[in-house]
């Protein structure tokens, strides 16, 4: 059993950030990405950001050079600072966890909202 818990959503208007964060709990296997994803009304959910158990990271146009995706050494925790926020990345933020040994398991958090007002 894993548990992924968001914080630090909330409104802002354009410009402003936010950090979100995601802790993990429970029995935790071999941690092989952590992603933060969003859907935004009538949208596709899609992938904002992600981080490798090694460190590369990787992120989606629209956010690039105003997110930042991070984690602990223990692999437990994610967070990611937004930076210079739009109307357009208001969002429920959802993060993932993909992890396994013989089995690929993803864990997802339960949401949290982000609203960038004009």
């Known amino acids: 059993q894993v548990q992924l818990v968001e914080s630090g959503g909330g409104s802002v208007q354009t410009g402003g950030s936010l950090r979100l964060s995601c802790r993990a709990s429970?029995?935790?296997?071999?941690?092989?990405?952590m992603r933060w994803y969003r859907q935004a009304p009538g949208k596709q959910r899609e992938e904002v950001a992600s981080?490798?158990?090694?460190?590369?990271?990787n992120y989606t146009d629209s956010v690039w050079g105003r997110f930042t995706i991070s984690s602990n050494n223990a692999k437990d925790t994610i967070d990611l600072q937004m930076n210079g926020l739009k109307p357009e990345d208001t969002a429920i933020y959802y993060c993932?966890?993909?992890?396994?040994?013989?089995?690929?398991?993803?864990?997802w958090g339960q949401g949290i909202q982000v609203t960038v007002s004009s």
């Open positions: 429970g029995t935790m296997f071999r941690v092989h990405a």
């Open positions: 993932m966890f993909e992890m396994g040994i013989s089995l690929r398991t993803f864990a």
């Open positions: 981080i490798t158990r090694t460190g590369t990271s």
